[in-house]
């Protein structure tokens, strides 16, 4: 694990004493495969990196409907969890494993001195906050100017691309809640999708042909 993160952050230009600061103050967690790692409602206590797997990022509103905003690989941060501590703001997110997943936990109350002593650092963060937002604004303007049906099919694109996949392994409920409608609208639209030769279906699982 120290190797894999070594490796990670040297790829981001992070300089060797900082590494070395990181992987002392830091802790490996692993998670499995629907685990939440961040619960709304929470106060974010550590900022993970993701050394393996894959994470999704979703909005949640006081009646518990959801809307995905985006996933993290390896190498990449949740920077919502950052600048929810930073505010001292509760989160209004969750961040779930979507596969078994390895992360390296560090502790917030270091991160505020790095940024000031390091520039790699900071320029590590902020690249994290622009990749975030480009993403946000992808969602919203798929929400906006995109009919459901296309939201759906840019919905399991975006799956694919993130876990290297053609197969979604969701059920339609699951997907449902992520895209905030219900299980119903989910399956007439898979239906419509599969006649356009687009996916094939099959129980708890999606192909993308």
Request: net charge negative; glycine share 4%; charged share 30%.
């Amino acid at each position: 694990m120290q190797e894999s993160l070594k490796s990670i952050l040297s790829e981001a230009g992070i300089e060797d004493e900082l590494i070395q600061e990181i992987q002392n103050v830091g802790f490996p967690k692993t998670a499995r495969s629907g685990e939440l790692i961040i619960t709304p409602g929470s106060t974010s206590m550590h900022m993970p990196i993701v050394l393996e797997g894959l994470l999704s990022v979703v909005r949640q509103d006081e009646d518990a409907n959801e809307i995905l905003l985006y996933y993290l690989e390896g190498g990449e941060t949740c920077a919502m969890s950052l600048a929810c501590c930073i505010e001292g703001k509760r989160n209004d997110f969750k961040v779930t494993a979507e596969d078994e997943s390895v992360l390296w936990m560090i502790p917030m109350n270091y991160l505020d001195g790095w940024i000031q002593k390091y520039k790699s650092f900071r320029k590590y963060i902020f690249s994290s906050y622009q990749v975030r937002f480009d993403e946000l604004l992808e969602t919203i303007d798929s929400i906006t100017f995109l009919k459901l049906q296309d939201r759906l099919y840019k919905f399991l694109l975006d799956k694919k691309e993130a876990t290297r996949s053609y197969e979604v392994n969701m059920s339609h409920q699951e997907i449902a809640n992520q895209m905030n409608t219900s299980r119903v609208v989910i399956s007439r639209l898979l239906k419509q999708l599969e006649r356009e030769g687009k996916i094939e279906q099959h129980r708890n699982r999606i192909e993308i042909l």
